[in-house]
T-cell receptor
Framework: GAGVSQSPRYKVAKRGQDVALRCDPI?????LFWYQQALGQGPEFLTY????????KSGLPSDRFFAERPEGSVSTLKIQRTQQEDSAVYLC???????????????FGDGTRLSIL | AQSVAQPEDQVNVAEGNPLTVKCTYS??????LFWYVQYPNRGLQFLLK????DNLVKGSYGFEAEFNKSQTSFHLKKPSALVSDSALYFC?????????????WGAGTKLIIKP
């Protein structure tokens, strides 16, 4: 497919479990972003990669959140010891631009809806 | 503090009528402004952007937006609404946090177009 692909679409986990969310960006896109979207809210920035380098992780809410993009393509967002407040939709976006959020539009996946019981 | 606001949670418009979805911002320097649309259970889709130049920006699906520097606004408009325009609309502005650029997003406006 030509778009950003995220998996799984839905994830239910018990409090305390670890989860891993995957993002396949558009081929050739240098920049990759992760966002958290709570119900009825706009996206909140989590972290940004330029190729394999994580240049900005200022939005990660705690050290339980970890993201990687080892080969500069697929990215994984991992949440350890999940809490109920982690329940949200996690969105991934990619862009052909560099330098963070620039003048190139971001292309979003459909998100992973995470529910922590 | 840098911010973006969408003052209306919901906008209701009759099909065929013009629509406006409001956005105001507060940033340092020249703003980069964006509008995105989100359909249920889907990711956000880019509609249009303002970087520099003409204050009236044209985008996808017949939408346009007007940049107004004095009012710090970037309202989304369409001359004739379609039922299929019903969705959630987000305004975003680029900000610099330390040495990196991020988008900060409004809370969204639900647009309902009635037949």
């Amino acid at each position: 497919g030509a778009g950003v692909s995220q998996s799984p679409r839905y994830k239910v986990a018990k409090r305390g479990q670890d989860v891993a969310l995957r993002c396949d960006p558009i081929s050739g896109h240098v920049s990759l972003f992760w966002y958290q979207q709570a119900l009825g809210q706009g996206p909140e920035f989590l972290t940004y990669f330029q190729n394999e380098a994580q240049l900005d992780k200022s939005g990660l809410p705690s050290d339980r959140f970890f993201a990687e993009r080892p080969e500069g393509s697929v990215s994984t967002l991992k949440i350890q010891r999940t809490q109920q407040e982690d329940s949200a939709v996690y969105l991934c976006a990619s862009s052909s631009g560099t330098g963070g959020a620039g003048n190139q539009p971001q292309h979003f996946g459909d998100g992973t809806r995470l529910s922590i019981l | 503090a840098q911010s973006v606001a969408q003052p209306e949670d919901q906008v209701n418009v009759a099909e065929g009528n013009p629509l406006t979805v409001k956005c105001t911002y507060s940033v340092s320097g020249n703003p980069y402004l964006f509008w995105y649309v989100q359909y249920p259970n889907r990711g956000l889709q880019f509609l249009l952007k303002y970087i520099t130049g003409d204050n009236l920006v044209k985008g996808s699906y017949g939408f346009e937006a007007e940049f107004n520097k004095s009012q710090t606004s970037f309202h989304l408009k369409k001359p004739s609404a379609l039922v299929s325009d019903s969705a959630l609309y987000f305004c975003a502005v680029r900000v610099q946090i330390h040495s990196n650029y991020q988008l900060i997003w409004g809370a969204g406006t639900k647009l309902i177009i009635k037949p």
